[in-house]
Structure formats: C-alpha cells, structure tokens
C-alpha cells in the first residue's frame, strides 16, 4: 500500500478562526491547527500575542494531500478571504498578529508561492500581503482550534459568501 505523502503550508488571514474554518472546509485538507507564527518570543500566548510586541501573526497550519487539493487552490481560497490593501488589519481585528501572509517550509513550495503572488499582485492596486519562508510556529491554546466548528455563531471577519466561494472550489477540477 503506498503511503500518502502530505505537504504543509501556513496561512494567517487575520484571525485563525475563520481562517482555520477557511481550510477546513477543502476536501484534502487533513489538519488544520491555528497558532502563532514567525515572531520572536517563545510559546507566546493569546494574550501576550495580543500586545503587537511579539511580532507574531495568527496563522494556521494547513497539512494537505497535494493529490486531492492543489497549492494552487490553496492560494485561491486564501486570497478570497483576505483583503490584500491593508496592513496589519482584517475586518474589524486590528494589530501586527492580524497581518496577512503565506508561509512555507520547502524551496518547492517557496519557489510556487511566490510565483503565485506575483501573479496575484497584478490583480490589486495595493498588495500588503507578506510571503516568506516560515521562522517559527507555536500551538495556540486549545480552546482556539477549530473554534468555530465548536462556536458555529463565533465571531468572524470573513463573510458567508468568501466562505461559499471557497466551498465551491472543491467543485473545481
């Protein structure tokens, strides 16, 4: 029996909840875990990450099966929910932990990535969106992970149609 060769990505899309929502809801997506990720303090936690003085960003850890989702769809998904003019803001979440950005842990999924956003950029007038390889990432505290499937009426910056254009990816080829 062949063994399924997952990949990783790490997406911060403002809040994680809804971004964690975002990449749960693609078929292939098997783990999503929010945390924090590529600052400078070690283990931080929510409220430490609060205070804009890690350099944290809140960011979730998405493991895929590139046979059934594509780095490609996970870009787009990703950059249906984002707004790409703004910096170290979505929605109503304002602070650094908020900024948007991509972050891989190989130079095949660097190499992609950036080729994406530099596709992706000719499509904004302003593109704030951070691409690089990951530095660090640390487990939120339990109580965020899949924070709205066990808080369906949660707070969420992303809007019900960013998160039906997302499910309608999985109806692509």
């Not at 964690?20 to 283990?43: D, I």
């Not at 944290?56 to 998405?62: D, F, G, M, N």
């Not at 948007?100 to 842990?105: E, L």
């Amino acid at each position: 029996m062949e063994q399924k060769q997952y990949r990783e990505l790490y997406a911060a899309g403002g809040c994680f909840w809804g971004t964690e929502r975002v990449f749960q809801s693609l078929n292939g997506v098997v783990e999503t875990t929010a945390g924090y990720a590529n600052g400078h303090t070690e283990h931080p936690t929510y409220r430490q990450v609060c205070t804009d003085t890690t350099g944290h960003r809140e960011a979730v850890r998405i493991i895929y099966d590139p046979q059934t989702v594509s780095l490609e769809k996970l870009l787009k998904a990703f950059f249906i929910c984002v707004d790409t003019s703004v910096s170290n803001r979505q929605g109503n979440d304002i602070g650094s932990q908020y900024q948007t950005g991509i972050y891989y842990t190989d130079e095949e999924t660097g190499k992609a990535v950036r080729a994406y956003f530099e596709e992706e950029k000719k499509h904004h007038d302003i593109f704030l969106v951070e691409c690089g390889p990951l530095k660090c990432f640390f487990d939120a505290e339990e109580y965020h992970q899949d924070y709205l499937i066990k808080n369906p009426g949660g707070y969420c910056h992303i809007t019900n149609a960013e998160f039906e254009a997302v499910r309608k990816l999985n109806d692509e080829r």
